[in-house]
Nanobody, 119 residues
Framework: QVQLVESGGGVVQAGGSLRLSCVGS??????????MGWFRQAPGKEREFVAA??????DYADFVKGRFIISRDNVKKTVYLQMNSLRPEDTAVYYC????????????WGQGTQVFVSS
């Protein structure tokens, strides 16, 4: 059974930083083969892509470039999202997701962690 468990969300003032973590289990022996992504969904809005990383590439949404950094520890089966220079518009539930490198869609999702940025 695959599980993705996020942590690290919370309340922070604008300009502050948070580091989100996502621990994966049940993804098999080679965690490195999975493309791991972060998405977010703000109240009343559609879920949107934030960042993703695999051994092939690392990609960011334009609105987080230069502020957020995605990284992973394949031994710990964990992916991180370092969020700096946070803005009130970054307030959302952040989700971790996993996609097979050859897959089209993200197959597995975590339960989400809430980030609230106060002005």
């Amino acid at each position: 059974q695959v599980q993705l468990v996020e942590s690290g969300g919370g309340v922070v003032q604008a300009g502050g930083s948070l580091r989100l973590s996502c621990v994966g289990s049940g993804l098999g022996l080679n965690f490195r083969n999975w493309r791991m992504g972060w998405f977010r969904q703000a109240p009343g809005k559609e879920r949107e892509f934030v960042a993703a990383t695999s051994w092939v590439s690392t990609d960011y949404a334009d609105f987080v470039k230069g502020r957020f950094i995605i990284s992973r520890d394949n031994v710990k089966k964990t992916v991180y999202l370092q969020m700096n220079s946070l803005r009130p518009e970054d307030t959302a539930v952040y989700y971790c997701a996993a996609k097979a490198q050859s897959g089209v869609e993200y197959r597995y999702w975590g339960q989400g962690t809430q980030v609230f940025v106060s002005s």
